[in-house]
């Protein structure tokens, strides 16, 4: 079994490994085989052996252990240097494509199947910043309007409830500040994410020509 897994490693220790172990629920006193066969930016391409054609569930666990010795107390028993468990993922046969033709394959293949994964994730990133900024736009249009009525009716109010319009107008006004950096911030991370985005694809034409 081959698995591609995209791990987050932003807030990562520096000093940390990251290792793999994989068990078949049907024999979960034994630990499948795990080898490491690509890892670049936050993906990892692994092979699991030894995995039953007629597996129901295969489980996962992905642990970081500190790999800096300097930083560990030899007076430490062993059990506080057992890794630290990140996160435990499940392969269900039911929600499982089985391609007979998959096969381990050499590293630039690898590397175009994870730049592949990477320009989708930032399409989707860009996709997402878009549909805020639409939405801020959208909210800001409305709160205008609602400026403008309040304009309207101050002309027409008493000074008590000029007093009150005025002090809407204001968080009215406050509102759309906030709305407006907010917007110009997500409109930095869409713009990040494209040039990011481009980048990816010179390294997808390189890999391809390599």
């Known amino acids: 079994m081959i698995a591609t897994l995209h791990i987050d490693r932003s807030q990562a ?22 080898t490491m066969l690509y890892e670049d930016r936050d993906y ?31 007076d430490e028993t062993s059990d506080d240097n057992i890794p630290a468990e990140l996160a435990r993922i499940y392969a269900d ?37 878009r549909q805020v900024v639409e939405n801020m736009e959208e909210r800001i249009e409305e709160l205008e309007q609602e400026l403008v009525d309040i304009e309207a009716d101050i002309l027409y109010s008493t000074e008590d409830e000029e007093v009150e319009l005025e002090s809407e107008h204001s968080q009215i006004e406050s509102e759309i500040d906030g709305l407006e950096t907010d917007m110009e911030n997500e409109k930095e991370s869409y713009q990040v994410a494209q040039e990011e985005q481009e980048m990816i694809e010179e390294q997808m034409e390189m890999a391809s020509d390599g």
């Open 93 to 129: 046969h039911r929600e499982v494509d089985v391609d007979e033709s998959m096969t381990i394959e050499d590293t630039n293949r690898y590397e175009q199947h994870v730049l592949q994964l990477e320009m989708d994730r930032l399409e989707e990133e860009q996709q997402d910043h």
């Open 13 to 34: 220790d520096r000093n940390a490994e990251t290792t793999f172990a994989a068990q078949d629920r049907a024999n979960p006193q034994e630990e499948l085989p795990v």
């Open 44 to 74: 990892v391409v692994l092979h699991i052996d030894n995995v039953d054609p007629s597996f129901e569930v295969i489980g996962m666990d992905i642990l970081e252990e500190t790999t800096d010795e300097s930083l560990l107390d030899p």
